[in-house]
């Protein structure tokens, strides 16, 4: 692939240092501070091919396999994966039963919907019980706890204290839902991505980097389970 051609560069005019992205569609961006040339440009590029090339993998392996919405698919949960097994009696139940999800007579989108209902669900209990624990050790306290789906963002954090989560997260690992916990919550305290609101995130959540970089990494893995099939 050349790169010449296929990488967009923006140029922000306060960044400091090169920055790389591969987007979802597998573009890749370069955010650059204002005065780096052209051909220094080119250079971190051609430094980055291997990691360009194994996210684009990644990206390429989400596409092509997306969650199969029907007994015997597999939809991914606190880091573990669940397979859906359609239930014998004709209890219109949905449960976790050892590793799997028991899962009423559906399938396709009625299926789809049904499981994220429920991972909503868990995300109130399960986020909710994790930002009451981290409060109470960061001494915080948020006004309110909101849940959506987003497709761009983790977490957000109001000036008003209101904590926002997107439930899709829970699919990940819990250190990793537990990181997007405190980093919500320490921007109650530093509203801002200065050294001091990493300082106070990496007290709570010594291997941030490592959990950042699992989300930036799984992004659109992540998003199989909304998207519409
Ligand atoms: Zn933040």
């Not at 029907?70 to 009696?89: D, F, H, M, N, T």
């Not at 007579?105 to 399960?126: F, I």
């Not at 849940?147 to 439930?167: A, D, E, L």
């Not at 959990?211 to 909304?226: A, F, G």
């Amino acid at each position: 692939m050349s790169f010449e051609s296929a990488v967009e560069v923006i140029r922000r005019p306060r960044r400091r240092s090169l920055c790389i992205q591969v987007k979802p569609d597998n573009s890749v961006v370069v955010l650059a501070p204002r005065f780096v040339s052209k051909g220094a440009i080119d250079r971190f590029v051609t430094t980055k091919i291997d990691w360009i090339r194994s996210h684009q993998s990644r990206n390429k392996d989400s596409i092509q396999n997306p969650i199969v919405w029907a007994s015997g698919g597999e939809v991914p949960y606190l880091g573990q994966s669940y397979k859906l097994i359609e239930s014998q009696g004709d209890e219109a139940c949905f449960r976790v039963s050892n590793g799997s999800l028991v899962i009423p007579d559906l399938e396709g989108q009625a299926l789809q919907k049904k499981v994220m209902n429920w991972m909503r669900n868990c995300a109130t209990d399960v986020i909710t019980d994790r930002v009451e624990w981290y409060a109470a050790q960061m001494g915080l306290q948020p006004k309110e706890i909101k849940f959506r789906k987003m497709k761009s963002r983790w977490g957000s954090c109001s000036s008003r204290g209101t904590v926002s989560f997107n439930w899709i997260m829970l699919q990940a690992p819990l250190e990793v839902v537990d990181y997007v916990v405190v980093h919500e919550l320490a921007h109650l305290k530093e509203m801002n991505h200065s050294k001091r609101f990493w300082d106070i995130v990496e007290v709570y959540s010594p291997n941030w980097k490592v959990h950042r970089q699992w989300l930036r990494r799984n992004q659109r893995w992540l998003m199989r389970l909304i998207e519409v099939g």
